[in-house]
């Protein structure tokens, strides 16, 4: 029987400010959650349970404005487990190809379960009620761990409000201001189609945390990135969650029924603000911010040699493959890399004007 995290509203973490400089300082002392996690990944690292033992990583930062985050983690690209041939955002779960239900049991963690006794925010009952949290053996950081809702129900990789919602959560529930959580769909560089979110600690600020926005739908929480890339964001407090997934997930169903890929990217970041604003309180780490990018698909096996385009990578986050791309790739470079993947422009802004319509009509 796997260890049970029970959780509720009152665990949210809501004091959690940046330090100055580019590494993270926590404004609270590790909570549960974080020591659950650390401690569990941690034990599973010693027992030999990953494909490659996972030490301190090489980064540095690139010089330029946006700040990348580059890493090298050579054993990641040669170890890890060959992705599945995906043909379709829409494809359909296949129990005979790797799913979560074929894993050793040890790599689980524990299983989140939200104590909602007295709250507003029961899960509906056709939504699964509890969250697998296992070790993920490839991994790209400390603490890089799978967040798989009821692996027993077999769900594809198509984001569900109970997904998003426990992403949120689970952002809310650390106070560390370094963990992020993220989600590749089909056609995005997800290699298992077996519905999971990623979770992992990455201790450098990103800009994503701090980038101004346009107001869409602002009473749905939602925005327009104003750097590069050019995406979405949703911005939620933890009084707002449940609405706020709902949004998302308008959104994420919109992508999917339209065949367009996208990633996530949950972080905590200050609340949103536009380029004609003061720079109020932007250590403020309160609320959670999610970054929607739709972007061009990608089948089959193609991939880049320095690094793969997806949630991490998008959000400023860069895991390399080889150390001579990793020394020598600069700012310009890597935005070269990341525009191949973005939607054209005049696509994009019609994909804009509909999702907000769509939001509001929701």
């Given at each position: ?15 959690v ?7 993270l300082?926590?404004?609270?002392p ?10 569990g ?7 030999g ?20 985050v ?9 170890e ?6 995906i ?26 379960i939200k ?25 790209l ?7 798989v809702?009821d ?20 952002v809310?529930?650390s ?20 519905l ?30 104003l ?73 089959g ?56 319509r769509?939001?509001?009509d929701?």
């Amino acid at each position: 029987m796997p260890l049970q995290f029970v959780y509720s509203n009152q665990d949210f973490v809501t004091d959690v400010c940046r330090s100055s400089g580019n590494s993270l300082g926590t404004a609270s002392p590790p909570v549960k959650f974080d020591t659950t996690i650390q401690a569990g990944w941690t034990d599973r690292m010693e027992r030999g349970l990953f494909r490659y033992h996972l030490g301190d990583l090489q980064t540095r930062i690139l010089p330029g404005p946006h700040g990348y985050v580059a890493q090298l983690n050579i054993q990641r690209g040669l170890e890890r487990r060959k992705p599945q041939e995906i043909l379709s955002i829409q494809q359909e779960f296949n129990a005979k190809q790797f799913n979560f239900n074929k894993i050793n049991p040890e790599e689980i963690i524990f299983e989140m379960i939200k104590d909602t006794e007295g709250g507003n925010d029961k899960v509906q009952s056709h939504q699964p009620c509890r969250m697998v949290v296992l070790v993920n053996v490839s991994p790209l950081e400390f603490g890089h761990c799978l967040f798989v809702p009821d692996p027993s129900r077999c769900f594809p990789q198509v984001l569900t409000t109970f997904a998003v919602q426990v992403g949120i959560e689970s952002v809310l529930l650390s106070s560390d201001p370094g963990f992020r959580v993220g989600f590749n769909s089909l056609g995005a560089f997800a290699s298992v189609n077996h519905l999971h979110l990623h979770g992992y600690y990455l201790d450098h600020e990103l800009k994503i945390e701090s980038m101004p926005v346009k107001p869409l739908a602002p009473e749905k929480g939602f925005y327009r990135l104003l750097d590069f890339p050019g995406g979405f964001l949703f911005y939620t407090d933890s009084e707002r969650v449940v609405d706020v997934a709902r949004a998302i997930c308008g959104v994420t169903d919109f992508l999917v029924d339209s065949n367009i890929a996208h990633n996530l990217f949950l972080t905590r970041g200050c609340p949103p603000w536009d380029r004609r604003q003061n720079e109020e309180d932007h250590s403020s780490r309160k609320g959670v911010r999610i970054a929607v990018w739709p972007r061009i698909s990608c089948f089959g096996a193609k991939e880049e040699s320095a690094f793969n385009v997806a949630l991490c990578e998008l959000a400023g986050h860069l895991p390399f493959k080889n150390k001579k791309d990793y020394e020598l790739t600069t700012e310009n470079d890597v935005i070269g890399i990341i525009q191949r993947y973005l939607l054209p422009d005049a696509e994009f802004h019609t994909l804009e004007q509909q999702l907000t319509r769509h939001l509001m009509d929701l």
